[in-house]
């Protein structure tokens, strides 16, 4: 008997080679192509003479001849390859051996015995397929190991091939380990497909990952296994979900300490199989369960390559050490942990986004039922109480209350009230009324009985809760007091900072009512129509505003000069503060006389409140209809014209609800005329779509004129109109011209072509004219703390070269230290931001100086900052506010406005 196989010199094997051998080749290299989806097998092994000779499948030797290449074949080069190396691989289809490109898909298997090399396996896939799968070159391997074991025990005869029986049960030996290996990966699996049911299912995120983590446990053979999450604010590794030992919630491990920090760090799976001997590992985790980690394995959780977390298992059971195995199938865990997380994120930010929307709705619906209550009311009585009932029931408040003053007895009165109870020699209420008004600003109180101010005139026994919020009736900021809204008794306990904004708002809107039915009730009382007559004109006088606005980089006129009969023209303004947005209004009431006059004070009351709310000037024309529409009876609409100047980024937007067309008339004379879709208010209901918002770029010295019909349709005795194309003409000639002078001449111009016809409608004419300030800086630095003397610096050089100096620049960069270092300090404290950044628009001039900071950090309530105690700050029951104190001390004005995910605080300061 001979053996198949006979060492030769150095590595080679020889094959003894028979007609039974090469029919068992060809059974080997078949089965290899099939399982590796090969189109060509070829067997390179050592010939008696020590030279390498190829045997491949039927058919191969024809279709190379047929082919006509002459050069040597990819498989030759691969076999030789494979045999210098010693090492078994795969190769694409165009990848580069030894200079040359590959044809086809390639697979080299070594073919090795403890002996020597036998030989290799080259197979090759049809031409067009890219690769061959894992799966593929596996079972080859495993094919090609079971053939060489076969072929070393090998005997062969005159009549057949023989084995031994040590080489069969080593072969069973074999197939035992590959069919356990078989059955673990099924086991894994099923887990993998377990854990992905789980995620899938509707369970809380806590049973979500418990299960996982467990899953993880049963597969792995683990004593335990955990989740840890980064506390985004101090970098720690905290236990959050725990298998088993559950004294270890909650536990903090430092900033990368441990094996979960270095793996959170590095974004690495880690294995660690001597943790007692490993100085990476966190002892005092082991401290507190009582228990000794011997071995773990950790993976990060990573969403989009940031790590939020970290799983780990700990202590194998029934094995020594973790495998590379252990850690394929915990990374699979690790990612459906993480797609959990990521969820329970999303879900977190549709809630916070729900609940913002939900407090806007209930903003909202409160001023809308508000300003609604105020149409339907015909009588003060009426206004008071509907509008105490919707506070009330909106706000969940017990207690609320008008008073009002009569400045003839110096008396104040309840003129309405819900849940107040009646007191006998009661004058505790009066006597903080007064002390309100005396003040003339809101009180927000979350305990009166501590309040500095009101604390002496206050009685607690009397109220379940001390908070209260107290605001003093007022129309024009020169005006006394006409009265006072009170509310107190909050269902739950304390008031939130949306219920001041929103009572605030109200009261501005039934101090307006009120007027309005004052001016009324005089009007009735009035016999004559001449007196009539002066008391509407007088409610329209009042309706408009009694100032220009001072604007940084817009110079503002306006000019309304009613008719003989009363008419309905009216403007309006809103400025954020003298370098921020201002939006200017014209609008038309249709109708005349005091019909006319109340609508315009309904319909300047809603536009009012909707300028100071909105942003977008198209929705600020839809909710104003959606009032004017649904509560209106008379069948009265208003014509509107809004426009909105942006100096930041010289834009301006408008739009309009049924308005003349506007004109923007350019420094070389040259002019647009602006028209946007829209009915007139009260008209028709609203859509999504009713009104339209545009923008167009600002150009310097550009001049907008906003007017009503009464300027282009005044007629002379021939009832020719003056039109639009004399105006244009007239505004041409006078665009460099002062705005005052502007209004006035056109006015004149158009009493010039009446000749004495009577004017029949209202002339409103509203200019405004862009102009970039000469002196404006603007500064904008990281907010870094070394960026706060560079900031400080850059103002004072600004500052000095327009002659500020003394105490008056010493208080600026004060406040420009104070402000920057609160923004580097807190504004950016908790937000994800790479590159957070602040800006400062700086303006001096020698009567007066403004800062404007803007960044996009955390919002503040910087309005609602009291006064600081020392005492308080002492003794650690209150920390801060010196910082807002000493700006408001030093500034003669200070506006702060969130707006769009950015803070806006300007300041300004009057020099001399």
Excluded at 56 to 81: Q, T
Excluded at 409 to 421: A, E
Excluded at 716 to 724: C, D, I, P, V, W
Aim: charged letters at 25%; one cysteine or more; glycine letters at 6%.
């Amino acid at each position: 008997m001979n053996t198949v196989l006979v060492k030769s010199e150095g590595r080679s094997v020889i094959f003894q080679w028979t007609s039974n051998v090469d029919r068992l080749v060809h059974v080997v290299l078949e089965e290899a192509a099939r399982i590796g989806g090969a189109e060509i097998g070829v067997l390179y092994r050592y010939n008696r003479e020590g030279k390498l000779v190829g045997s491949s499948l039927p058919g191969l030797a024809k279709s190379e001849s047929d082919s006509g290449d002459r050069k040597e074949p990819d498989r030759h080069r691969i076999a030789r390859h494979t045999l210098k190396t010693r090492s078994s691989s795969v190769y694409r289809a165009g990848a580069e051996l030894r200079g040359r490109p590959i044809g086809r898909a390639s697979a080299a298997i070594l073919l090795t015995i403890p002996e020597g090399d036998v030989g290799v396996i080259v197979l090759q896939k049809a031409e067009g397929v890219d690769h061959f799968y894992d799966n593929e070159y596996y079972l080859t391997r495993s094919l090609a190991a079971s053939f060489a074991l076969i072929l070393r025990g090998a005997l062969f005869l005159s009549d057949g091939v023989y084995l031994k029986v040590e080489n069969s049960l080593m072969m069973l030996l074999e197939n035992t380990h590959l069919n356990q290996r078989a059955r673990e990966s099924d086991g894994r699996l099923r887990a993998v497909l377990e854990v992905s049911n789980v995620i899938n299912s509707s369970r809380q995120l806590d049973e979500m990952i418990e299960a996982v983590l467990y899953s993880a446990v049963h597969v792995i053979r683990a004593e335990s296994a955990s989740l840890f999450l980064i506390d985004e604010t101090t970098g720690e590794m905290v236990f959050d979900v725990i298998t088993g030992n559950q004294t270890l919630k909650g536990i903090r491990i430092p900033q990368g300490e441990g094996i979960v920090g270095l793996c959170a760090r590095e974004k690495k799976p880690i294995i660690v199989n001597d943790a007692v001997n490993d100085g990476r590992v966190y002892r005092s985790v082991d401290e507190v369960s009582r228990m000794t980690t011997r071995n773990l394995l950790a993976c990060p959780l990573l969403i989009e390559d940031e790590c939020i977390g970290v799983i780990e298992v700990v202590n194998t059971l029934g094995r020594p050490d973790f495998s590379p195995g252990d850690l394929e199938i915990f990374s699979s865990f690790s990612d459906s942990v993480a797609i959990a997380l990521q969820r329970r994120r999303l879900i977190d930010n549709i809630e916070s986004t729900n609940r913002e929307l939900e407090r806007r709705l209930r903003e909202n619906k409160c001023l809308h039922r508000v300003t609604a209550t105020m149409v339907e009311a015909r009588t003060v009585e009426e206004l008071f109480n509907g509008v105490l009932s919707v506070l009330t029931d909106e706000l969940g408040v017990r207690r609320a209350s008008i008073m009002l003053y009569d400045a003839k007895s110096d008396q104040l009165s309840i003129r309405s009230s819900v849940g107040l109870p009646i007191f006998e020699d009661d004058d505790v209420a009066p006597r903080v009324a007064r002390h309100v008004l005396e003040k003339r600003v809101p009180f927000y109180v979350s305990d009166i009985s501590e309040h500095p101010d009101l604390a002496p005139y206050s009685d607690n026994s009397r109220y379940n809760s001390g908070a209260c919020i107290l605001i003093p009736m007022i129309e024009g900021q020169d005006d006394a007091p006409v009265g006072l809204l009170s509310v107190s008794d909050p269902a739950q306990g304390s008031f939130h900072p949306d219920d001041f904004r929103i009572i605030v708002t109200a009261v501005s809107q039934i101090v307006k009512g009120y007027v309005s039915f004052k001016l009324s009730e005089e009007i009735i009382d009035k016999r004559a129509m001449e007196k009539e007559l002066e008391i509407t004109s007088r409610l329209q006088r009042d309706i408009l505003p009694s100032t220009m606005p001072r604007h940084d980089s817009l110079e503002v006129a306006a000019s309304s000069i009613m008719a003989r009969t009363m008419g309905g023209d009216f403007y309006d303004f809103f400025m954020e503060h003298p370098g921020g947005r201002l939006t200017a209004l014209v609008a038309d009431v249709s109708g005349k006389s005091l019909p006319a006059a109340l609508f315009m004070a309904v319909s300047s009351s809603i536009l009012r409140t909707m300028i100071r709310t909105e942003s977008d000037p198209a929705v600020m024309l839809r909710r104003s209809n959606d009032l004017l529409y649904e509560e209106s009876e008379s069948g009265m609409f208003v014509t509107v014209f809004l426009s909105q100047f942006d100096p930041e980024r010289r834009l301006l937007r408008f739009a309009s609800a049924g308005h003349n067309e506007m004109i923007l008339m350019h420094r070389d004379g040259t002019y647009e005329i602006l028209r946007s879709r829209g009915a007139p208010l009260g008209v028709i209901p609203s859509t999504d779509s009713s009104y339209e918002s545009k923008e167009l770029s600002l150009e310097e010295d550009d001049l907008l004129v906003l007017y009503t019909d009464g300027v282009v349709e005044a007629v002379n005795s021939r009832n020719e109109e003056f039109g639009l194309d004399r105006f244009i003409e007239i505004l041409r000639e006078l665009r460099e011209r002062p705005l005052s002078e502007i209004t006035g001449r056109v006015y004149q111009e158009i009493q010039n072509f009446a000749g004495g016809v009577p004017q029949y409608d209202d002339f409103t004419l509203l200019a405004t004219r862009y102009r970039s300030p000469a002196d404006e800086t603007r500064l904008m630095f990281p907010a870094r703390l070394e960026s706060i003397p560079l900031f400080v610096e850059e103002v004072a050089t600004h500052l000095k070269k327009s002659g500020i100096s003394g105490q008056d620049l010493d208080d600026m960069l004060l406040v420009a230290d104070e402000v920057s270092t609160n923004i580097v300090s807190y504004s950016f404290a908790d937000l994800p931001v790479d590159d957070p950044r602040f800006h400062c628009v700086l303006r001096a001039h020698t009567t007066g100086v403004s800062m404007l900071f803007i960044d996009g950090g955390s919002q503040y309530d910087f309005d609602s900052m009291r006064k600081p105690d020392l005492e308080e700050n002492l003794s650690g029951t209150r920390k801060g506010g010196f910082g807002i104190f000493l700006i408001r001390t030093l500034m003669d004005r200070c506006d702060y406005a969130h707006r769009d995910g950015m803070n806006y605080l300007y300041l300004e300061k009057k020099i001399g």
